[in-house]
């Protein structure tokens, strides 16, 4: 299985981008999914979550800001960026967590999101 991340570029402060990640082929068990980022110099940073239950997590930084969600099969993930801050210039990164019984994660090759006027 792969995820292919696509949806960023550059854009201006304030402005607005939807990053999408699809699965190849359907996953089963899916438990949760969501999207890191990494600024240069910086360590990696989990942005958003969304669980198999629909329950939602962000980071303190993008709460009111940016919208996890995903189709109902749950073959992709979505997040939906509004009011983009120069800090949020980063590579994100999706990933889903999956499993019956032994539990792993899959991981998207990476989107850059650049936030800059």
């Known amino acids: 299985v792969q995820l292919q991340a696509s949806g960023g570029g550059l854009v201006q402060p304030g402005g607005s981008l939807r990053l999408s990640c699809l699965a190849s082929?359907?996953?089963?068990?899916?438990?949760?999914m969501g999207w890191y980022r990494q600024a240069p110099g910086k360590q990696r940073e989990l942005v958003a979550t969304?669980?198999?239950?629909?329950?939602?997590n962000y980071t303190d930084s993008v709460k009111g800001r940016f919208t996890i969600s995903s189709d109902n099969a749950q073959n992709s993930v979505y997040l939906q960026m509004n009011g983009l801050e120069p800090e949020d210039t980063a590579v994100y990164y999706c990933?889903?967590?999956?499993?019956?019984?032994?539990?792993?994660?899959?991981w998207g090759q990476g989107t850059q999101v650049t936030v800059s006027s």
């Open positions: 969304l669980t198999s239950y629909g329950g939602t």
């Open positions: 082929t359907s996953i089963s068990y899916v438990r949760s």
């Open positions: 990933y889903m967590r999956a499993g019956r019984v032994v539990i792993r994660p899959y």
